[in-house]
């Protein structure tokens, strides 16, 4: 079913008007819609078209924050790990992290309490605990230069960012919601008085330029590096608040090591990197922590930053990088809370959500910082400041309500794709994983009734078919290319750029049929 008969018909009057398309934005319009407000969200750009997709893409307790004293963050991060373990199990998974211990860094002492106070802080747990290696006889080791004799390992887990923004937004949808992207919140004020007090807002379609006017008895400012900006700029409000702005950068090399495990290497300016199995056939490196200065947007990664994560690798490891072997590099600008911190690394991942109401009328809610582990209970948080406007509002759901395509037997995501081979055994063996760990269940949706691969229409590089990019049209909001190889996917990894101008050709067809 087409994405725009789900979705509440274009309406002038909200409840709410969610401003941003990331994963806090995306979180709260679906808790929001869930509970029954009516709810619009307005994303400029794509879904997860900048900081929420440029994560290391793990879903964790934080174990570095033990050491700023972030309980609270750890403990609430480290339930919010479990739970999306099992509300989305096709695109969050289970990873094992090898620490070694490096002499003269941090003690062997305090890496083992740090773990003890790791296994202990979440409530409920279901991955395995830490334990201490021997990296000389564990093949954990082998990839490893020989000084490295000692380690731990422990759990966490793994997650496709800008997927689960995406998922957020489905569900979103499919209670109620309506979600625009490509729209821009250009200006928005107060009218009226008490109990009809109300934002006017001008949203305007950025690809065609139209304009249109709504109404909403509360805004969340969920846009991210955009956060302060929106708040002083678009909405016209002072905020003592503020978001300090930190670039992390991350490269892709080709895969360093086998197994699946992951490796969180410490440095000697007390920083920590990952290195981390990504898609299949590379390694994913990051992340990086640079104070920010300037427009949030679009930015890349600096050649100190590349030579500095390469070097991170070659203290560690046997095979040495150089930034020639970079295939891929991507940069994101994190919206923290400013808490005075003086070094980028410490500043804090928690969240603040302010609330200025002007003595009670019409609210606005900004969110500052927060991460993408613990975005859902950021949105129950939000609802929680925002009910004393809504009186009527429902009470808080989604802590068991499981994300779209996630609804597998036992949140058992091999034994959903053990059926998905048998039942569509045309598939190549790569490509149902693919399409079983992007979509879940409703990977379904996509391969229908096809008996073979010429059945899903034009191929296109990476697998990638005509029935799929359709799907992505129709149910996913994606528009360009990019859209679909960066963001629904990971598959500009493995597209030339012929294939990615023959893929945005057929999307034009498309959109001009339409």
């Not at 279901?126 to 000692?150: H, W, Y």
């Not at 495990?261 to 290195?275: C, E, G, S, T, V």
């Not at 395509?405 to 949140?411: E, Y």
């Amino acid at each position: 079913m087409a994405a725009a008969t789900r979705q509440r018909e274009p309406s002038d009057a909200y409840d709410l008007l969610v401003v941003g398309g990331g994963i806090n934005g995306t979180g709260i319009a679906r808790d929001a819609a869930g509970r029954g407000l009516s709810v619009l969200l307005a994303e400029r750009g794509d879904l997860a078209g900048f900081t929420s997709s440029s994560s290391t893409k793990l879903i964790h307790g934080g174990l570095r924050y033990l050491e700023y004293y972030e309980f609270r963050l750890v403990r609430e991060a480290l339930a919010e790990r479990e739970r999306l373990l099992r509300l989305a199990p096709h695109v969050i998974w289970p990873l094992r992290f090898v620490l070694p211990h490096d002499e003269g860094l941090r003690p062997a002492w305090m890496l083992r309490l740090g773990l003890f106070l790791y296994d202990h802080l979440a409530r409920l747990r279901t991955l395995p605990g830490s334990e201490g290696i021997d990296l000389r006889k564990s093949a954990f080791g082998a990839p490893l230069q020989k000084r490295l004799t000692r380690g731990f390992v422990y759990s966490d887990c793994w997650v496709e960012d800008s997927r689960l923004v995406v998922l957020n937004a489905m569900d979103a949808r499919e209670r109620g919601a309506t979600v625009l992207t490509r729209t821009g919140v250009v200006s928005a004020r107060r009218e009226g008085q008490g109990e009809d007090a109300h934002w006017v807002a001008t949203l305007r379609d950025e690809r065609g330029g139209g304009e249109r006017t709504i109404r909403a008895k509360a805004v969340v400012n969920a846009a991210g590096p955009w956060v302060s900006a929106t708040l002083g700029g678009t909405l016209g409000i002072n905020s003592r608040a503020a978001v300090r702005l930190i670039k992390g950068s991350h490269i892709v090399v080709k895969r360093l090591f086998a197994g699946d495990q992951a490796y969180i290497l410490q440095q000697p300016d007390k920083r920590i990197i990952f290195a981390i199995p990504y898609e299949r056939d590379f390694t994913l490196i990051g992340t990086t922590d640079v104070p920010y200065d300037g427009e949030p947007g679009p930015v890349s990664i600096s050649q100190d930053e590349t030579d500095y994560l390469c070097g991170c690798i070659n203290r560690s490891f046997d095979t040495a990088i150089t930034p020639a072997d970079v295939v891929w590099s991507y940069s994101g600008v994190r919206p923290l809370y400013d808490d005075a911190a003086e070094n980028a690394s410490a500043v804090t991942r928690d969240y603040v959500l302010d609330v200025e109401d002007q003595g009670g009328r019409a609210a606005v809610l900004s969110v500052f910082g927060g991460k993408i582990t613990t975005y859902r209970r950021l949105a129950e948080h939000a609802l929680e400041k925002l009910k004393p406007y809504f009186p009527a509002l429902k009470k808080a759901w989604t802590g068991d309500a499981v994300l779209p395509g996630g609804a597998m037997q036992d949140a058992d995501f091999d034994q959903f794709l053990a059926k998905l081979e048998a039942e569509k055994p045309f598939l190549p063996e790569e490509t149902a994983r693919r399409l079983a760990r992007a979509y879940g269940t409703r990977a379904r949706d996509i391969v229908g009734t096809a008996q073979s691969l010429a059945d899903l229409g034009e191929a296109f590089e990476g697998g990638l078919t005509a029935a799929e990019v359709d799907y992505l049209r129709t149910e996913e909001w994606a528009v360009t290319a990019d859209d679909i190889l960066w963001r629904r996917s990971k598959l500009g990894l493995r597209t030339s750029p012929e294939g990615a101008a023959r893929l945005a050709a057929y999307l034009d067809r498309r959109a001009e049929a339409a």
